[in-house]
């Protein structure tokens, strides 16, 4: 692991990564992100005053409750709410347990006092105090003295007459205003069943006492529907976007109160806004430094990388800008007339395809804000969901290596989803659509894709040369014969120059059936081996009409040549400011892979030699281009050695190559997966068929000698 670690290191210049370049520009990043946002976060204040016209139409930035207005609909429901009775069935048992219990104590205090003498006076005063005790009830005197003076046979009946009347009239519901309707029933249905004596006198006053109200208010049910009823009530709210005033509309109390609750007239500064934009660029950025730290992309490894994305973040944050001013204009659409694309496209192209799918999000929650002046809030949410299918749609269309070629054609790709991105904003409204302004629309939609090709073709030459990125027409340019090191190669290394179309020819073929860049391999193998010449008769394509040097130096001399070719030709490209990735194929192109031929060499003449030392300093392929050159080189050379080679030899060859360098862990640190292993050597064994393919040996006769030149003429 540690060595892994380490060869990522010398894969990096002094300073790539410097830790304070990184936060400086992610800090310059959100600087450029808050400063662009600033003005759309400000909040609204209007120059107002009451029974003057409004100076435009004036619509409500946030949602909030008028509560004054909420007060008076709970009122009103309240007013209308009807108070709850009961009807309390329990009553009229009680009650006539009370009547039971008046004759029975009558009656048992006539039994008590008919052995003595206590008068009628004590009698009285006595079943009045047990009424109390008992009963919490005090009944006229007369009546008492009457229920006295009667036998238990009188008792018994006017307890019968009482107690029935007070049943049947209970039995109904009877309101508290109705009790007086009740007892006169009650003393009439007495009166019917007695006749007129002086006990039916106080049986009649006894009913009428007992009756009383049994339809009551209910306390707890009026409570629970004055609860249901407020639950009900819906809030009085000013709705975000709500018009509060037209145009020219005189403002009333009412609407300057409303324009009062959502802060419209409010003159205090408040630090919100201000705040909740920092927090929200915060995230933002952090998102894009997690992202930085957790991917594999150029972000991660270059400082220079890095600054790229944050000139393009810039470029699409100003002409987001400069497209919302140009939208303050009440041009019908003109906001989808804005290139979004442009900066997803050119991330495609300079940096990584997954880096041009993320930052698609990025620029569209950046631009939701940006464009919010037509929105109701702070987020104009519909330009979002159009500006991330629009970035993304440059994306898919250029693909994971994407090509100079395809921009305009994703021109098209795009403007169609811009287009059928906005017929949708249409069909969801459900509006009545008018043609013109839907023609207009659409039209300025279609124009943002070919706006953004046309842009990324125009600003993406300025890139390459700035940041000295490698591109399709840079690749171009290094393959040309007439360049100074490939012509360094011819002249002072033919044979190297030859192993080297070689090899470029076999990792051009590989790269373009696996699906990634051809051209960068065929370039990176021109220059793959410059390092040899520095010492190329040192190297057996070279040696050709003299002897092998190695012959007559030590092993451990030989090996330091043949090891620091990578590295030689790495300073040498270097030198000459050549792109990092040709570069990096100099370096990778052997990985750490031992020098099989001198360690063993070393171990025969028992030089006990340690194997660290005889392995390439690396660092081991970072990418796959770089992986299918190594193979390339390695079979190039061992083919070429052979002698009569046929399919079945190249094949068996070529397997064992690959096989080697698996088990060596060669590929351990790119992305080459064992699908894309089996096509590169399906790939190379028929390419290299096709080169060494046997030839027809000719008879030696004057006619067969004039047809084998005619033929290899």
């Known amino acids: 692991m540690t060595a892994n670690k380490n060869e990522k290191r010398k894969l990096q210049t002094p300073g790539t990564r410097h830790r304070s370049v990184r936060v400086g520009l992610f800090l310059l990043l959100g600087i450029l992100l808050y400063v662009s946002m600033l003005d759309n976060v400000q909040p609204e204040q209007l120059d107002v005053s009451l029974s003057e016209p409004a100076p435009e139409d004036i619509r409500s930035p946030i949602t909030v409750e008028h509560e004054a207005l909420t007060g008076e609909r709970e009122q009103e429901a309240l007013n209308e709410l009807n108070p709850s009775y009961v009807h309390r069935n329990d009553y009229v048992l009680m009650q006539t347990e009370k009547v039971n219990t008046i004759f029975e104590l009558a009656a048992e205090i006539q039994g008590e006092n008919d052995a003595d003498t206590a008068s009628i006076e004590t009698r009285v005063e006595q079943l009045q105090e047990t009424l109390e005790e008992e009963m919490d009830q005090r009944l006229p005197e007369e009546t008492l003295e009457i229920l006295l003076n009667e036998n238990e046979d009188q008792l018994m009946m006017g307890r019968d007459a009482v107690r029935n009347a007070v049943h049947e009239v209970m039995s109904e519901e009877i309101a508290v205003d109705d009790v007086p309707a ?15 004596t002086q006990l039916q006198t106080a049986s009649a006053d006894l009913a009428s006492r007992m009756v009383t109200a049994n339809y009551i208010y209910d306390d707890e049910r009026t409570a629970e529907r004055r609860e249901e009823a407020l639950d009900e009530v819906e809030p009085a709210l000013i709705r975000e976007g709500e018009l509060l005033a037209q145009e020219g509309e005189i403002i009333d109390a009412e609407i300057y109160e409303q324009m009062n609750l959502t802060g419209l007239l409010d003159d205090d500064f408040s630090p919100f806004p201000y705040l909740g934009l920092l927090l929200f660029v915060g995230i933002i950025v952090a998102m894009a430094a997690f992202y930085t730290a957790q991917t ?3 972000l991660y490894y270059s400082n220079q990388a890095l600054f790229l994305y944050v000139l393009v973040f810039f470029i699409m944050l100003a002409t987001m800008k400069i497209m919302s001013v140009l939208d ?6 003109i906001l989808w007339l804005t290139p979004i694309a442009l900066g ?4 495609a192209q300079l940096l ?14 950046a631009g939701s804000v940006i464009f919010n002046a037509e929105a109701t809030g702070n987020f104009h949410v519909t330009f979002m969901i159009y500006a991330l299918f629009s970035g993304l749609a440059g994306v898919f269309f250029l693909g994971k290596t994407p090509k100079v070629t395809k921009i305009l054609q994703s021109g098209v790709f795009i403007a169609l989803m811009n287009a059928l991105t906005v017929t949708s904003f249409y069909f969801l ?15 300025f939609a279609v124009g943002a894709g070919f706006l953004a090709a046309v842009l990324t073709l125009g600003i993406l030459p300025f890139f390459e040369t700035g940041f000295n990125i490698l591109s399709k027409t840079k690749l171009i340019e290094l393959s040309n014969a007439n360049q100074p090191l490939l012509r360094k190669i011819l002249l002072e290394a033919p044979g190297t120059y030859h192993h080297s179309v070689m090899v470029a020819n076999l990792s051009e073929a590989a790269c373009e059936a696996i699906g990634t860049n051809g051209l960068l391999a065929r370039v990176g193998a021109y220059y793959h081996d410059l390092g040899k010449t520095k010492h190329p008769q040192y190297f057996i394509e070279n040696q050709m009409k003299i002897g092998n040097p190695h012959d007559r130096l030590s092993p451990d001399v030989s090996k330091q040549i043949i090891i620091d070719h990578p590295g030689d030709g790495a300073r040498m490209l270097e030198k000459h400011n050549f792109p990092k990735q040709i570069v990096d194929f100099a370096k990778q192109h052997h990985g750490t892979s031992l ?14 030699p340690d194997e660290a030392d005889y392995r390439y300093s690396g660092p081991k392929p970072q990418f796959k281009e770089s992986a299918v050159l190594a193979i390339a080189d390695s079979v190039e050379a061992a083919v070429r050695a052979m002698d009569a080679p046929t399919g079945e030899k190249i094949e068996k060859l070529v397997n064992g190559i690959i096989r080697d360098k698996l088990v060596d862990g060669q590929f351990d640190e790119c992305d080459l997966t064992m ?4 096509i590169i050597r399906n790939t190379m064994c028929e390419t290299l068929q096709g080169t060494f393919h046997s030839r027809i040996e000719y008879p030696e006769n004057g006619e067969g000698e004039k047809e084998k030149k005619t033929n290899d003429g």
């Not at 997803?344 to 991330?347: A, E, G, H, Y």
């Not at 409204?429 to 039209?443: D, K, Q």
């Not at 020098?595 to 006990?608: I, V």
Request: charged share 30%.
């Open 595 to 608: 020098l099989k031929y001198f360690y063993h060499k070393a171990k025969e003449k028992g030089m006990e």
């Open 429 to 443: 409204s459900n509006v009545p659509i008018t043609l013109e302004r839907y023609g207009i629309e659409i039209s």
């Open 344 to 347: 997803t496209m050119l991330l």
């Open 296 to 298: 594999s992309s150029p």
């Open 675 to 678: 699908k894309e292993i089996s």
């Open 182 to 196: 009740a007892r006169e029933e009650a003393e009439e249905r007495v009166e019917m069943s007695m006749g007129n």
């Open 328 to 333: 303050l204009f009440d041009m019908e659409g």
């Open 352 to 365: 990584s395809y997954r880096v041009a799918l993320y930052s698609a999000i990025l620029f569209a929650l």
